[in-house]
């Protein structure tokens, strides 16, 4: 059974960080490509960022770039996202997301429950 847990999401203050991991069980993880996701109320999900299994490659949705870092530690089968310089605008339910093999940025095979990051002062 595969199962994909997201932890390390709170309430920050803007300016602040966070660091999210997501650990994978039930999969080869070293052969997935990772993905974080983000959907705020009323609004559609939206891709954060990507790391293929190698780690070789990354994407980042342009609102986050320089202020958000994707890794992954294929020891320890999890996937991570420090989250710096945090906005108002972060706010959402963060989910990571599993795709084997191939790069892709919205298409995945397995999702986590969520995270929920609230910014706010």
């Known amino acids: 059974q595969v199962q994909l847990v997201e932890s390390g999401g709170g309430l920050v203050q803007p300016g602040g960080s966070l660091r999210l991991s997501c650990a994978a069980s039930?999969?080869?993880?070293?052969?997935?490509?990772m993905g974080w996701f983000r959907q705020a109320p009323g609004k559609e999900r939206e891709a954060v960022a990507a790391?293929?299994?190698?780690?070789?490659?990354?994407y980042y949705t342009d609102s986050v770039k320089g202020r958000f870092t994707i890794s992954r530690d294929n020891v320890k089968n999890t996937v991570y996202l420090e989250m710096n310089s945090l906005k108002p605008e972060d706010t959402a339910v963060y989910y990571c997301?599993?795709?084997?093999?191939?790069?892709?940025?919205?298409?995945?095979?397995?999702w986590g429950r969520g995270t929920q990051v609230t910014v706010s002062s």
């Open positions: 790391i293929a299994w190698s780690g070789g490659n990354t």
């Open positions: 997301a599993a795709r084997f093999l191939t790069w892709s940025i919205n298409e995945y095979d397995y």
């Open positions: 039930g999969i080869t993880f070293s052969r997935y490509t």
